[in-house]
């Protein structure tokens, strides 16, 4: 079993928003072992300090500091995908939800006019990588924000910036690379993009072992 992913932790990195998100996922293995690889996937969440976990038949919550909730994501998703199964599993994240109960707390430690994806890249770091490659389709909505395409336009700029594959397609952007660099940009995306005060959510899909792409070349 893949051991729980650790959060990606910088000292004296800048960041624009620092308090709780919540995701939503749902992991689908399409495999007739789905049940114990589900299981197997989700082990030892609750364990994990500073998570709340909750689940019901539609899909599993997640709350925390980014980096805590997307490194359960990340752990939930490396797990099931180095069995070989056809793994997909769907991430729908957010900070600053009016409904949200979490600790809200913006924070932003750049100067004003800085440019924010200097400081995106620049708490990114190099998460260690997970070894499984993944195929991500996401979508991020700065929501309310009246500069929400320039907005959006630095996060595809923030991902090339730190190596990853984009690719545009319609109602969102793919990205190619090791699965633990994906969420951990997600991340970064959802705490650093859009106004620290804000309601911001972004909405993934996350693939790896698809034998689609081989079919269809």
Known sequence: ?????????????????????????????????FVPIILDAVAGLNEIEGLTVSTDSISSHLGGRAEIVFGALTTTFVRPASSGAH???TVLASRGCPGWEGTFVPVSSVEAGADPVSAAVARFGNPAAS?????????????????????????LVFLKAVGLRTTSKDFGTRVDGDAAHVLAAFSTI???FGSPTGHVVLQATLVA?????????
């Open 1 to 33: 079993m893949t051991n729980i992913v650790q959060p990606n932790r910088l000292s004296g990195a800048s960041t624009f928003f620092e308090g709780e998100v919540g995701a939503n996922f749902s992991l689908v293995p399409a495999s007739d072992r």
């Open 190 to 192: 959802l705490t650093h």
């Open 87 to 89: 793994i997909v599993q």
């Open 131 to 155: 070894g499984v490659q993944i195929a991500a389709q996401f979508a991020f909505l700065p929501l309310a924000a009246s500069d929400y395409i320039e907005t959006i336009a630095q996060t």
């Open 209 to 217: 072992n698809s034998p689609s792409e081989e079919a269809f070349k």
